[in-house]
């Protein structure tokens, strides 16, 4: 069973609108916590990371939080462009150094 | 600032048949690694190197071998495709393993079909 899992798999937005993107992980012991950004054909981009005395983080449009005793984060996008089309991972590192992914949520911005 | 660069961008193979990805960067970093997509599943560790001579296996090793002679290479090498290995495969790098600060690059990917 996977240790992170993400929610919803795949949602569609209307461009200007807001969504949040939801990560539950059983890693444990935690060290910290990544959001990245995967577009369609391309390698995954960091977008926050966020260790255990974070509980958000905020890049541009995009702010991330985090419960580490309820072990859940959260991605909020803001304001969505349709350049926000695409697949947002989570990757939970375990403290030896281990990363698990997420099987990611697909964000579909429409015009 | 070319970062990480991954060739072929596609690749057909036959099942027997044997290729080698490669990856480079330019950006002098010491840890490199394999990962594999694969639909409905988080990315997964093949191999990775701490730097030039060292390498070790991931979490889904067989079937896939790995030599880091530079610090800028990092091929990795099927020996016998299978239809299993039919997946997307990601390089990644990062400058130093401090856990709570250093960021993956990741290259674009090698589409690999096996027939």
């Known amino acids: 069973k996977n240790q992170v899992e993400q929610s919803p798999q795949s949602l569609i937005i209307l461009e200007g609108k807001n969504c949040t993107l939801q990560?539950?992980?059983?890693?444990?012991?935690?060290?910290?916590l990544r959001w990245y950004k995967q577009d369609t054909g391309r390698g995954p981009v960091s977008l926050t990371i966020?260790?255990?005395?974070?509980n958000t983080k905020s890049n541009g449009r995009y702010t991330a939080t985090l419960d580490a005793d309820t072990k859940q984060s959260s991605l909020h996008i803001t304001a969505s462009q349709l350049s926000d089309s695409a697949s947002y991972i989570c990757?939970?590192?375990?403290?030896?150094?281990?990363?698990?992914f997420g099987a990611g949520t697909q964000v579909v911005v429409t015009p | 600032n070319a970062g990480v660069t991954q060739t072929p961008k596609f690749q057909v193979l036959k099942t027997g048949q044997s290729m080698t990805l490669q990856c480079a960067q330019d950006?002098?970093?010491?840890?490199m690694s394999w990962y594999r997509q694969d639909p409905g599943m988080g990315l997964r560790l093949i191999h990775y190197?701490?730097?030039?001579?060292?390498?070790d296996q991931g979490e889904v090793p067989n079937g896939y071998n790995v030599s880091r002679s530079t610090t800028e290479d990092f091929p990795l090498r099927l020996l016998s495709a299978a239809p299993s290995q039919t997946s997307v495969y990601f390089c990644?790098?990062?400058?130093?393993?401090?856990?709570?600060?250093?960021?993956?690059?990741f290259g674009s990917g090698t589409q690999l079909s096996v027939l």
């Open positions: 990644a790098s990062s400058s130093s393993w401090d856990r709570d600060n250093e960021k993956l690059f």
């Open positions: 990560c539950n992980y059983t890693v444990s012991p935690f060290s910290n």
């Open positions: 966020m260790t255990f005395s974070e």
């Open positions: 990757v939970v590192t375990d403290s030896w150094g281990k990363l698990q």
């Open positions: 950006m002098n970093h010491e840890y």
């Open positions: 190197s701490v730097g030039a001579g060292i390498t």
